[in-house]
């Protein structure tokens, strides 16, 4: 059975993100921690599945980003970050830090919770699973399994996963944007397409400074190119 930590001083929010996950997983188990000394210690104590997490914690504006790092330094359990803090300027720090995805709060609906935490606790399951080859992409688009490239994880958002998918799913040929729109739950637009396919390359260019496999085709959307056709 799963077990999940939801860490969140505000006792309401933490009494809904419990409801709404075990309306989503009946039976899961669901540990409630309202302070970082408290969830520090469960998490050396205890051996989480998935840990939901608020960044600011009573007068700790950063408790959040100390209890990432402990977790880090035991587990490296997935880490669902939930806060007001305002995304534009935390996704980042909380993508440095190999958090999973983040949720700013009064900015997504109970759907888009339980979508993005299933997604994550279903590619826990997944984590046994052989070495890909050095050249090649391994990510499964039916489970979102967290994608790796030359043997190495790409820390992606949820959606950038989608976009991935998508593309490497047809590799070769050209993905339309309106087909791109399909795998977004917001933002329908090219821009945000843009946005995130080059949030995508900015991944893959941590791991791999040449990467080149996403071409843009301007007017019509992307295409993968496998490294072959780029060694032709």
């Given at each position: 059975?799963?077990?999940?930590?939801?860490?969140?001083?505000?006792?309401?929010?933490?009494?809904?993100?419990?409801?709404?996950?075990?309306?989503?997983?009946?039976?899961i188990?669901?540990?409630?921690?309202?302070?970082?000394?408290?969830?520090?210690?469960?998490?050396?104590?205890?051996?989480?599945?998935?840990?939901?997490?608020?960044?600011?914690l009573?007068?700790?504006?950063?408790?959040?980003?100390?209890?990432?790092?402990?977790?880090n330094?035991?587990?490296?359990?997935?880490?669902?970050?939930?806060?007001?803090?305002?995304?534009?300027?935390?996704?980042?720090?909380?993508?440095?830090?190999?958090?999973?995805?983040?949720?700013?709060k009064?900015?997504?609906?109970?759907?888009?919770?339980?979508?993005?935490?299933?997604?994550?606790?279903?590619?826990?399951?997944?984590?046994?699973?052989?070495?890909?080859?050095a050249?090649?992409?391994?990510?499964?688009?039916?489970?979102?399994?967290?994608?790796?490239?030359?043997?190495?994880?790409?820390?992606?958002?949820?959606?950038?996963?989608?976009?991935l998918?998508?593309?490497?799913?047809?590799?070769?040929?050209?993905?339309?944007?309106d087909e791109?729109?399909?795998?977004?739950?917001?933002g329908?637009?090219?821009?945000?397409?843009?946005?995130?396919?080059?949030?995508?390359?900015?991944?893959?260019?941590?791991?791999?400074p040449?990467?080149?496999?996403?071409?843009?085709?301007?007017?019509?959307?992307?295409?993968?190119?496998?490294?072959?056709?780029?060694?032709?």
């Amino acid at each position: 059975m799963a077990k999940v930590a939801v860490i969140e001083d505000d006792l309401p929010t933490s009494n809904q993100l419990r409801a709404w996950i075990e309306s989503a997983r009946p039976g899961i188990v669901v540990d409630q921690w309202f302070s970082r000394d408290d969830a520090e210690a469960a998490i050396a104590r205890e051996r989480y599945d998935l840990v939901v997490l608020d960044i600011e914690l009573g007068r700790e504006r950063h408790a959040g980003v100390a209890i990432i790092n402990a977790i880090n330094k035991r587990h490296a359990t997935p880490v669902l970050v939930v806060s007001a803090m305002p995304a534009t300027i935390y996704r980042s720090i909380m993508k440095a830090l190999d958090a999973w995805d983040y949720l700013q709060k009064a900015t997504f609906e109970e759907a888009d919770f339980i979508e993005t935490f299933l997604e994550i606790l279903r590619s826990v399951k997944e984590k046994a699973e052989p070495a890909p080859a050095a050249d090649e992409l391994s990510m499964d688009p039916l489970r979102q399994r967290t994608p790796t490239w030359r043997g190495h994880r790409i820390n992606l958002p949820l959606t950038a996963q989608r976009i991935l998918a998508a593309l490497f799913a047809r590799r070769g040929q050209v993905v339309s944007y309106d087909e791109l729109f399909e795998v977004v739950k917001s933002g329908r637009n090219r821009d945000n397409i843009r946005k995130h396919v080059s949030t995508i390359r900015d991944a893959f260019r941590e791991i791999d400074p040449g990467f080149s496999c996403i071409e843009n085709i301007p007017m019509r959307g992307f295409r993968w190119a496998d490294t072959e056709s780029h060694r032709s």
